[in-house]
């Protein structure tokens, strides 16, 4: 009936209400044990975190002076070494000034800028000698990037800006003193040997259609073509003996009398204040053509010359000329152009190299309008076509060595360490001696040979193996390239401090979950080796634990290599310590805790 249908409908809302009723409940006894769950996690967790910071004080405070006793020793060892080199360079009368004295080095740029010269070769040893400094700087560079120090960065990137400015000063002050006096270059002296003394009187001077100038020094070649009547169509490109080069002469410019003036750079002589995405593989060429100057007249006995300031004298002849229209510079003719890189650049291969020209407007690299590009390995001569005269070099990308994926850094010896490290392209082995770093090549490349066991400073080592094209030094800015986290520096800082100072207890190697973890995480394969074995006849994966380092602390954490799984937890009955030796204490041998504690080497340490 009606009546029993609407019992029966009230009855099933009852039922559906006391359910929810019920439910409601049920979820706010689970909300409220959550709660209380979470109220003591956190409570728990500040309980830890407040033991740990406690700790960790704890730990700093007491382990401090042994710090500080430890920096006090290694600074009066460098300061010690300075003072030596300090003596040396006032027995061997060295004239050249300090790079670590402000005042010496403000003297010498001072006195470079006054300087009026005007012979080439006197230039040119002046330049070198510049370059020389410029490389002593690089010593003060190397200790700046070690320490992280950025003003010391900067003052020494100051300095080389300052002085390699003053080089091309210098350069073009001579050039134009050679366009000054032209008409010098353009008459040769018979050679008048065997001939009496009135044919030698009569000798006539000849005079020449072109000439070349040609001047090298270790870091910078200079050659300068005098064209003044040679002109017309040259089939062959203009040679430039001693630079390994050659270009050809533009034929809009073909008919005009001109002063055509390559230059090598052996460094990055364009880019190396700002932040691209290559190194300079073999220094920098450029090529620059100048309007022939006006030649002197001659009065009687007199000549008299057209005295003109630098810019006024050296008036470049760009190319592609300025006045040409949009299709006119669409068909303009490649100049075609080849030089031979220096014998120590080391080039595997062709694939990530490239050839490009400095565009100073926008500060990159581009290789627009150049084309037909060919890098034969072996005899290292590059060849290309080019429709652009400007600073041309070989670029590698920053990147090519980077990252690295597996080092593996121990002891052999109470003052001897050795590092294995893979890049991309090769693998890489390093000794480390107290205060120096040396190269080891064992994959025999003939273009490293000159750096093979060669003791230098760490940061000089690298610059150099840069130069040779093995680039390890690393920004923060390429990890973005290779597409990686930068892990956090305070973390890294006590890192290297830990394994420093460890070095002679324990093997390091790497692991490949570091990669995986947070930025603010390093962490790292640890074993005892007490024996300095440079290799383990028992290599097994439990042979191995991983320390984390944090940016205030470091620990165990349960991570294997042949884990599935990311496990950044602390293993039980472990804790977190200020530093790795509190972190192995009770952990080690007994001799690996004894051996700990001391410290036979603080250069090698450093």
């Given at each position: 009936t009606k009546k029993q249908l609407q019992e029966e409908y009230e009855k099933q809302q009852e039922e559906l209400r006391i359910q929810e009723e019920l439910e409601k409940k049920r979820r706010e006894e689970e909300e409220a044990k959550r709660l209380e769950e979470e109220r003591i996690r956190k409570e728990e967790e500040e309980?830890?975190?407040?033991?740990?910071?406690?700790?960790?004080?704890?730990?700093?405070?007491?382990?401090?002076?042994?710090?500080?006793?430890?920096?006090?020793?290694?600074?009066?060892?460098?300061?010690?070494?300075?003072?030596?080199?300090?003596?040396?360079?006032?027995?061997?009368?060295?004239?050249?000034?300090?790079?670590?004295?402000?005042?010496?080095m403000t003297s010498y740029i001072t006195l470079m800028s006054e300087n009026k010269m005007c012979l080439i070769q006197e230039v040119m040893d002046k330049i070198q000698e510049s370059e020389t400094i410029v490389k002593r700087i690089d010593y003060s560079l190397a200790d700046a990037m070690e320490e992280s120090n950025e003003p010391k960065k900067n003052w020494c990137f100051s300095y080389v800006s300052t002085l390699r400015a003053l080089i091309k000063k210098k350069l073009d002050e001579a050039t134009a003193y050679i366009l000054e006096h032209v008409d010098d270059h353009l008459v040769k002296v018979?050679?008048?040997?065997?001939?009496?003394?009135?044919?030698?009187?009569?000798?006539?001077?000849?005079?020449?259609?072109?000439?070349?100038?040609?001047?090298?020094?270790?870091?910078?070649?200079?050659?300068?073509?005098?064209?003044?009547?040679?002109?017309?169509?040259?089939?062959?490109?203009?040679?430039?003996?001693?630079?390994?080069?050659?270009?050809?002469?533009?034929?809009?410019?073909?008919?005009?009398?001109?002063?055509?003036?390559?230059?090598?750079?052996?460094?990055?002589?364009?880019?190396?204040?700002?932040?691209?995405?290559?190194?300079?593989?073999?220094?920098?060429?450029?090529?620059?053509?100048?309007?022939?100057?006006?030649?002197?007249?001659?009065?009687?006995?007199?000549?008299?010359?057209?005295?003109?300031?630098?810019?006024?004298?050296?008036?470049?002849?760009?190319?592609?000329?300025?006045?040409?229209?949009?299709?006119?510079?669409?068909?303009?003719?490649?100049?075609?152009?080849?030089?031979?890189?220096?014998?120590?650049?080391?080039?595997?291969?062709?694939?990530?190299?490239?050839?490009?020209?400095?565009?100073?407007?926008?500060?990159?690299?581009?290789?627009?309008?150049?084309?037909?590009?060919?890098?034969?390995?072996?005899?290292?001569?590059?060849?290309?076509k080019t429709k652009k005269l400007a600073p041309m070099a070989l670029l590698l990308p920053r990147i090519s060595d980077y990252p690295y994926s597996y080092f593996f850094i121990r002891s052999v010896s109470d003052t001897e360490v050795l590092i294995d490290l893979t890049g991309p392209r090769l693998s890489y082995k390093f000794r480390i001696t107290p205060g120096c770093l040396e190269f080891i090549n064992h994959n025999n490349i003939p273009e490293l040979s000159h750096l093979d066991s060669v003791p230098q400073q760490p940061g000089v080592l690298l610059f150099s193996l840069s130069k040779c094209g093995v680039h390890l030094l690393p920004e923060n800015r390429d990890c973005t390239a290779s597409n990686i986290k930068a892990k956090d520096q305070d973390s890294e800082e006590l890192a290297i401090l830990d394994i420093s100072m460890n070095i002679r207890t324990f093997a390091f190697r790497s692991t490949r979950w570091n990669k995986m973890v947070p930025p603010h995480m390093v962490c790292v394969r640890v074993r005892e080796n007490l024996e300095y074995d440079e290799f383990f006849a028992e290599d097994e994966e439990q042979d191995w634990r991983t320390v984390s380092w944090y940016p205030n602390k470091s620990s165990f954490v349960n991570l294997k290599e042949s884990s599935d799984e990311l496990d950044l937890s602390i293993p039980e009955g472990h804790e977190t310590h200020f530093l790795m030796n509190l972190v192995m204490k009770d952990n080690c041998s007994t001799e690996a805790e004894e051996r700990m504690n001391e410290m036979k080497s603080f250069e090698l340490s450093d």
């Open positions: 309980k830890r975190r407040i033991e740990e910071e406690q700790r960790l004080k704890e730990e700093q405070t007491s382990v401090q002076p042994w710090l500080e006793s430890l920096a006090r020793k290694l600074l009066s060892i460098k300061e010690q070494k300075q003072k030596q080199e300090e003596w040396q360079k006032f027995l061997d009368c060295d004239p050249l000034p300090d790079p670590s004295v402000e005042s010496q018979p050679e008048t040997k065997g001939l009496g003394a009135s044919k030698q009187m009569q000798a006539e001077p000849i005079h020449l259609k072109d000439n070349y100038i040609n001047v090298q020094r270790d870091d910078l070649k200079v050659g300068i073509w005098i064209n003044h009547e040679n002109t017309g169509y040259k089939p062959k490109p203009i040679e430039f003996e001693g630079l390994s080069m050659n270009a050809d002469i533009p034929k809009q410019y073909a008919d005009d009398s001109c002063v055509m003036r390559a230059v090598w750079y052996s460094y990055d002589s364009v880019s190396y204040l700002a932040e691209t995405p290559f190194v300079v593989l073999g220094g920098v060429y450029e090529i620059s053509i100048f309007r022939f100057p006006e030649l002197p007249k001659s009065v009687k006995e007199w000549k008299l010359r057209s005295v003109k300031d630098v810019d006024n004298m050296l008036v470049t002849k760009p190319y592609p000329p300025p006045d040409l229209s949009e299709v006119a510079l669409a068909s303009i003719g490649a100049l075609r152009m080849s030089y031979q890189v220096q014998s120590h650049v080391y080039i595997p291969s062709d694939e990530d190299l490239q050839l490009c020209w400095w565009d100073q407007a926008s500060s990159i690299w581009t290789d627009t309008d150049i084309s037909d590009v060919s890098i034969d390995r072996e005899s290292k001569v590059v060849s290309f």
